[in-house]
């Protein structure tokens, strides 16, 4: 079975800190995606990676950096979080090429107050 | 028009029931189509792809008409366990996937 492993399941910060969430996945995948989900917006993308160091600008990227420097890991950061992004995060990875599926994380929900 | 539209739902249906989602999508050059559940406040589950020739795993029935730009998630037997928010999602290319907004199911005792 895949396994996508999120850093932590709940989070609470401040407003202005730089916020990290770490995602691992153990099953080789070149994709890997971080999305937030809002109580009525569905699922949006913020950042995928097709491959290390690669990195490609999802629906709403703005206030949010990534970071894949080893094939497993893709990491999300909040340079400054505010309080617009409290939201549940949710980390994916799937097989390269078309066809495949995407494999969740258990998600981190995010308070920033 | 959205890309990938869902019955709004919720659908309240007893145990043991039949039920049918309907998914479309705006993309005709569109690849391959996933339905996920999703549970309250966990993560979406991959649920079954969803194949040219329709495919079934156990209570669950897919089916694709990419003429229509359609796909189905067909419940039979309904149980309690199988309350959740279903997603179908479109696969345009590549890293590009599209998600519908979900259906709610309450299966009531």
């Known amino acids: 079975d895949v396994k996508v492993t999120q850093s932590s399941r709940y989070l609470v910060k401040r407003t202005g800190e730089k916020v990290f969430l770490e995602c691992v996945q153990d099953?080789?995948?070149?994709?890997m995606f971080w999305y937030r989900q809002d109580p009525g917006l569905g699922l949006r993308l913020i950042y995928f990676?097709?491959?290390?160091?690669?990195?490609e600008k999802g629906d709403i990227p703005e206030g949010y950096s990534v970071s894949r420097e080893k094939k497993e890991r893709f990491s999300l950061i909040l340079e400054s979080a505010s309080t617009n992004q409290t939201s549940m995060y949710l980390c994916a990875s799937s097989r390269g090429g078309g066809g495949q599926p995407q494999h969740f994380g258990d998600g981190t929900r995010l308070s920033i107050l | 028009r959205k890309e990938v539209e869902q019955d709004p739902g919720p659908f309240n249906v007893p145990e043991g029931a039949t039920v049918a989602f309907n998914c479309t999508y705006s993309?005709?050059?569109?690849?391959?189509f996933f339905w996920y559940r999703q549970d309250c406040r966990k993560e979406p589950k991959l649920l079954m792809s969803v194949y040219s020739s329709g495919n079934e795993d156990g209570r669950f029935t897919a089916q694709l008409n990419r003429a229509s730009q359609y796909i189905s998630l067909l419940i039979r037997d309904s149980k309690l366990s199988d309350s959740a928010t279903y997603l179908c999602v479109v696969n345009d290319y590549g890293q590009n996937f599209v998600f519908g907004p979900g259906t709610r199911l309450s299966v009531l005792p």
């Open positions: 990676s097709y491959d290390v160091k690669m990195k």
């Open positions: 993309n005709s050059a569109s690849q391959s």
């Open positions: 099953m080789d995948h070149e994709n």
